[in-house]
């Protein structure tokens, strides 16, 4: 019989490791990756914390997971300059993809500026009447 229960990521840890390493043997010979990174950058404004951007790094793919400005701070192109950091890590890390999503009422046109094309769409997401925009910068 099967049961099911919740548990905490930990528990499942191990055994997601394992049945991707096989998979990465089974398609590429080898075990391509072992090791996530995140990245964090903070963006400081006469030494104060204005903004930040976070990121997660696996396989040749960069997803920013965050990206945040205070409101007294925008309009100085803080958050250009946090691509562009995130861009220039990538480039040094052979990444071939940069990711990220934003919402209908955030910053669309942002990321369309910043060289970010909308790949999908997904209305009524993560609420009614909101769309979730989800973006691609190929860098290779």
Known sequence: ??????????TLDSMVEKVFAEQD?????????TKKEKIAIGAYLDKKLVGGIVADKEYQTIH????????????????????????TIAKE???????????????????????YT????????PIEGVTKHYFDKRLK
Not at 25 to 33: A, K, L, P, R, Y
Not at 93 to 115: C, E, M, P, W
């Open 64 to 87: 920013v997971s965050l990206l945040v400005i205070t409101q007294d701070a925008r309009g100085l192109s803080i958050g250009s300059k946090m691509l562009q950091e995130i861009e």
């Open 25 to 33: 043997i089974d398609h590429f010979g080898s075990i391509v990756e």
């Open 118 to 125: 909308v790949f999908a769409t997904l209305e009524d997401m």
């Open 93 to 115: 890390k052979g990444i071939i993809h940069i990711t990220l999503t934003t919402r209908s009422y955030q910053a669309v046109d942002f990321y369309k500026k910043n060289g």
């Open 1 to 10: 019989m099967i049961e099911m229960k919740r548990v905490g990521m930990e």
